[in-house]
Nanobody, 120 residues
Framework: VQLQASGGGLVQAGGSLGVSCVAS????????MGWYRQAPGNERELVAS???????KYADSVKGRFTISRDNAKKMVYLQMNSLKPEDTAVYYC???????????????WGQGTQVTVSS
């Protein structure tokens, strides 16, 4: 199973960016999908997650500004980031909880990370 993230980039404070991630491989079902971020010197933290049925969770720091969504048919997860702040600067990683075909357990998979930089 592979996760390929795209999007991100450089934006001024108050601007918007979107990131997306597509899963591929020997996939039977994808359960929760999410976005994490890691800034230099900090631990990786959950930004937002979404269940297969569409239930969402957000970090308090991004509530009201970020929106996570997914397309189960395309095996994709998206994160729309509005009203960006310099403290949102980080490498953003997509994550998926995947059950592979003929497997009996759920695996935890990560994308390669994409840089989001917000200038003040």
């Amino acid at each position: 199973v592979q996760l390929q993230a795209s999007g991100g980039g450089l934006v001024q404070a108050g601007g918007s960016l979107g990131v997306s991630c597509v899963a591929s491989g020997n996939i039977f079902v994808i359960n929760d999908m999410g976005w994490y971020r890691q800034a230099p010197g900090n631990e990786r933290e959950l930004v937002a997650s979404i269940s297969r049925g569409g239930s969402t969770k957000y970090a308090d720091s991004v509530k009201g500004r970020f929106t996570i969504s997914r397309d189960n048919a395309k095996k994709m997860v998206y994160l729309q980031m509005n009203s960006l702040k310099p403290e949102d600067t980080a490498v953003y990683y997509c994550n998926a909880k995947v059950v592979e075909r003929a497997a009996f357990a759920q695996g935890d998979y990560w994308g390669q990370g994409t840089q989001v930089t917000v200038s003040s």
